[in-house]
């Protein structure tokens, strides 16, 4: 076999897997979650979640996949592991089920930048959302985001990952900085930013069953974990690069994305609404797409060229997401059958079009979709990738995280220690608790001893 590609420098993993984080689970996904799963404190579970859960789980996955140095269902193989090849393998899945819907979303934003040229949404923003996120329109557009990730998919790692996400990390940045510094001198916005910022540990204590499965399956989704993404892209990653380093740059720069989303759509729902809306195209999925609208409505033909720009660069960050997720199917049929990127790209593009149009007919399936990511499948395969890195593979994960650190060895421990212990836990109770907000415990009385 060829020697595989390695990234043409640590910045280009850096941005690659930096793409694969930062994407509609930030921008689109989390203030809407935010909103609909009681503000501020959402927002602080999910910080805790990030940085004791997401930072540790994500270094497992780059230390299973720099150590293998192949695609996330071999590497267990590689590391003469075959049985745990199922945690590679479920992370596929999830990755697929995730994408399926995932498009559809990003159809939507294909659909904004055009509404944005035409100023089309100026005149009813909800009554826009509405009519365009389902039905035959949102299926066309879902089929042209697909069409798009298979096409970048099918160029290859270098030329088509690498070259896409250099410019949009730092323009999503701006952006969203302006438009947050816009939304704050509105009048409304004040009471936005205590519910936002602001949390209530009596409301948190009281409510944490539900939060916590929301807010940590958040964090999974928006770290791209569980789904063999960075184990894929930490595959292609050489032996200077210190781990720890280029984690916990992600972890922070794609937590302060979702955090600056917030800062925009939030304040933005409270100037137009008055508050959080109780309507799903203005609370839920809508939120985004709903809020910034009207804000780009209010500013004219300036706000068009605007709209243009910000579902320009939302769409390459959903874009850079989407191909990590069709990456990893596809490294995996290249890598061991010797399969055409193109045929494997836009075959399985085919196939997740058809899956991912229930979602774009209607935004009830999409919801199911996502819960059942969120609840079930992400928890799981983060739960069993983090068996795997602590319990089986431990000291040679120690070991491999501690490359490129010089030295390292105490963090390295301290690691793995936080994975067997409370990382595990923490995957645990989440998976617990999603499951059983799917099939609820019987309510029946245990005898009295
Ligand atoms: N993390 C991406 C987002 O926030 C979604 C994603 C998950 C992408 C898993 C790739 C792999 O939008």
Same mark, same amino acid.
């Given at each position: 076999m060829a020697e595989r590609e390695t990234w043409a420098t640590r910045l280009g993993f850096i941005l690659a897997a930096v793409g694969s984080a930062v994407g509609l689970g930030n921008i689109w996904q989390f203030p !809407?979650?935010?909103?609909?799963?009681?503000?501020?404190?959402?927002?602080?579970?999910?910080?805790?979640?990030?940085?004791?859960i997401g930072l540790p789980a994500i270094l497992g996955e780059f230390v299973v996949g720099r150590r293998a140095n192949i695609n996330a269902i071999e590497a267990f193989d590689r590391l003469k592991h075959p049985a745990w090849t199922v945690v590679g393998a479920l992370g596929l899945l999830t990755g697929l089920w995730i994408l399926s819907y995932y498009s559809v979303v990003g159809g939507w934003v294909i659909r904004y930048i055009a509404g944005s040229a035409t100023g089309a949404y100026f005149a009813a923003p909800a009554d826009y959302f509405a009519r365009v996120s389902m039905g035959w329109e949102a299926i066309a557009f879902?089929?042209? !985001?697909m069409a798009l990730t298979a096409s970048i998919v099918a160029f290859g790692i270098e030329d088509g990952i690498e070259k896409a996400t250099k410019l949009m990390v730092p323009s999503i940045v701006v952006i969203l900085v302006g438009l947050a510094a816009y939304a704050f001198t509105l009048d409304g916005a004040a009471a936005a930013y205590s519910y936002y910022l602001s949390p209530d540990f009596d409301y948190i204590a009281a409510n944490l069953e539900s939060i916590v499965p929301f807010a940590v399956g958040q964090a999974f989704f928006s770290l791209s974990l569980g789904m063999g993404a960075m184990i894929t892209y930490a595959s292609y990653l050489g032996e200077v690069d210190s781990l720890p380093a280029d984690g916990s740059l992600i972890v922070v720069l794609n937590t302060f994305v979702g955090l600056l989303a917030g800062l925009v759509v939030i304040p933005l729902l409270f100037v137009q609404f008055d508050g959080i809306p109780d309507t799903a195209a203005g609370g839920g999925p809508g939120a985004l797409f709903v809020s910034v609208a009207s804000a780009l409505a209010d500013l004219g033909a300036a706000g068009q060229a605007l709209g243009v720009v910000f579902f320009g660069v939302v769409l390459i960050a959903a874009l850079s997401s989407a191909i990590s997720l069709l990456e990893v199917v596809t490294s995996y049929l290249v890598d061991n059958y010797g399969a055409s990127r193109p045929t494997v790209a836009f075959g399985f593009a085919g196939g997740l079009f058809a899956v991912g149009s229930l979602s774009a007919w209607n935004t009830a399936w999409l919801g199911w979709f996502d819960d059942l990511a969120y609840s079930?499948?992400?928890?799981?395969?983060?739960l069993l990738g983090v068996v795997f890195v602590g319990w089986v593979y431990g000291p040679e994960a120690v070991d491999e995280l501690k490359k490129g650190t010089?030295?390292?060895?105490?963090?390295?421990?301290?690691w793995l220690w936080s994975i067997r212990t409370f990382v595990l836990l923490g995957v645990f109770v989440t998976l617990?608790?999603?499951?059983s907000s799917i099939f609820p415990a019987p309510d029946i009385p245990l005898p009295a001893i």
């Open positions: !809407f979650k935010t909103a609909t799963t009681g503000g501020s404190a959402f927002v602080f579970v999910y910080l805790v979640a990030a940085l004791v879902h089929a042209a !985001f079930v499948l992400l928890p799981l395969s983060v010089g030295g390292g060895e105490t963090f390295a421990t301290a617990y608790l999603g499951v």
